[in-house]
């Protein structure tokens, strides 16, 4: 029985390993025609504030809708957008629809909140990034407040002047940086002392372990740092009630996680800040 099972096993992983690849080799083949075609669509997770309960800000979550392969997130995708380049367009054609939104919003009586971006490391390390979100920032007229670009730390090994320069240029402007995944990259402190940085947002991996004693003092540290540092500080991946009882007693400023919404496509995101203004 035991050999019968493993070569049970052997064919089904075999077979999933051939599925895998394909499914591969087709995203990345499809992957330029995705942006002609539309394919994408961006789903907006609320940010919460821990003291009045309401909507104040959403991050923008991009998903494929692939005609084989149904909606594939990101995890999937955009490293292999990274590989070829196509994150460059990937990223324009998030920004450009965000900024539409937001007028749109302006327009239909919706009042909008900031909405937090995903900036790819691989673009942000390019010279001329800038120059894009300045220009659609003046062709839809909106106000830059309501940008934040979220960074990941994890692939800004040391503080690069290609980076320092834009981020500068972006506060100066108006628009916000978050340092994204905050305590899982390597130099952290030395972004927050060399950056211009708004907003730390700390990884799900210490808040969905708060009831370990370490991740619970990393938490603490890190909501004491932000404060001392006049920085605002978002807890992601926040799923439970006591993980919120927690932040909130710690003066966390906002939360955002399954707990109060999963990533909504734009009209079910559009029903809750209705709501929420109401
Ligand atoms: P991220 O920026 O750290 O985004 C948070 C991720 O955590 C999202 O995954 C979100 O759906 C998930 N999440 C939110 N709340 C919870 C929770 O309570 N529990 C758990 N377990 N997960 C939660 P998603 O949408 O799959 O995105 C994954 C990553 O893809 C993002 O991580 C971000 O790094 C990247 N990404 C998304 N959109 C873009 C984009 O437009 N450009 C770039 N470069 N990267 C993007
Ligand atoms: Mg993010
Ligand atoms: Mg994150
Ligand atoms: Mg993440």
């Given at each position: 029985?035991?050999?019968?099972?493993?070569?049970?096993?052997?064919?089904?992983?075999?077979?999933?390993?051939?599925?895998?690849?394909?499914?591969?080799?087709?995203?990345?083949?499809?992957?330029?025609?995705?942006?002609?075609?539309?394919?994408?669509?961006?789903?907006?997770?609320?940010?919460?504030?821990?003291?009045?309960?309401?909507?104040?800000?959403?991050?923008?979550?991009?998903?494929?809708?692939?005609?084989?392969?149904?909606?594939?997130?990101?995890?999937?995708?955009?490293?292999?957008?990274?590989?070829?380049?196509?994150?460059?367009?990937?990223?324009?054609?998030?920004?450009?629809?965000?900024?539409?939104?937001?007028?749109?919003?302006?327009?239909?009586?919706?009042?909008?909140?900031?909405?937090?971006?995903?900036?790819?490391?691989?673009?942000?390390?390019?010279?001329?990034?800038?120059?894009?979100?300045?220009?659609?920032?003046?062709?839809?007229?909106?106000?830059?407040?309501?940008?934040?670009?979220?960074?990941?730390?994890?692939?800004?090994?040391?503080?690069?002047?290609?980076?320092?320069?834009?981020?500068?240029?972006?506060?100066?402007?108006?628009?916000?940086?978050?340092?994204?995944?905050?305590?899982?990259?390597?130099?952290?402190?030395?972004?927050?002392?060399?950056?211009?940085?708004?907003?730390?947002?700390?990884?799900?991996?210490?808040?969905?372990?708060?009831?370990?004693?370490?991740?619970?003092?990393?938490?603490?540290?890190?909501?004491?740092?932000?404060?001392?540092?006049?920085?605002?500080?978002?807890?992601?991946?926040?799923?439970?009630?006591?993980?919120?009882?927690?932040?909130?007693?710690?003066?966390?400023?906002?939360?955002?996680?399954?707990?109060?919404?999963?990533?909504?496509?734009?009209?079910?995101?559009?029903k809750l800040l209705k709501k929420g203004n109401?």
């Amino acid at each position: 029985a035991k050999v019968i099972g493993k070569n049970k096993f052997q064919i089904y992983s075999s077979f999933t390993n051939l599925n895998t690849n394909n499914k591969i080799f087709s995203l990345e083949r499809d992957l330029k025609e995705a942006i002609k075609t539309n394919q994408f669509l961006v789903y907006f997770q609320p940010r919460v504030d821990t003291k009045t309960g309401k909507i104040v800000s959403a991050e923008a979550l991009i998903r494929w809708a692939h005609p084989d392969w149904g909606l594939i997130t990101p995890k999937e995708f955009i490293p292999l957008a990274e590989e070829n380049g196509s994150i460059i367009e990937i990223e324009d054609w998030v920004l450009k629809q965000i900024c539409h939104y937001i007028k749109e919003w302006e327009q239909s009586g919706t009042p909008p909140v900031p909405i937090s971006l995903n900036k790819s490391p691989k673009v942000i390390l390019r010279n001329d990034w800038t120059t894009n979100i300045l220009s659609v920032l003046k062709e839809t007229n909106i106000a830059p407040s309501l940008l934040e670009f979220e960074i990941t730390e994890t692939a800004l090994l040391q503080t690069n002047e290609i980076v320092k320069r834009a981020f500068d240029l972006l506060q100066e402007v108006g628009i916000r940086v978050a340092l994204d995944d905050f305590g899982t990259g390597y130099s952290s402190l030395t972004h927050l002392k060399e950056y211009p940085i708004s907003t730390i947002k700390i990884d799900k991996s210490f808040v969905q372990n708060i009831s370990n004693h370490r991740d619970n003092i990393i938490i603490k540290s890190i909501i004491s740092l932000a404060k001392g540092l006049e920085i605002r500080v978002v807890a992601e991946g926040v799923e439970t009630i006591e993980q919120l009882t927690f932040l909130k007693q710690q003066m966390c400023d906002e939360v955002q996680g399954y707990w109060f919404s999963k990533p909504l496509p734009k009209a079910e995101f559009e029903k809750l800040l209705k709501k929420g203004n109401t």
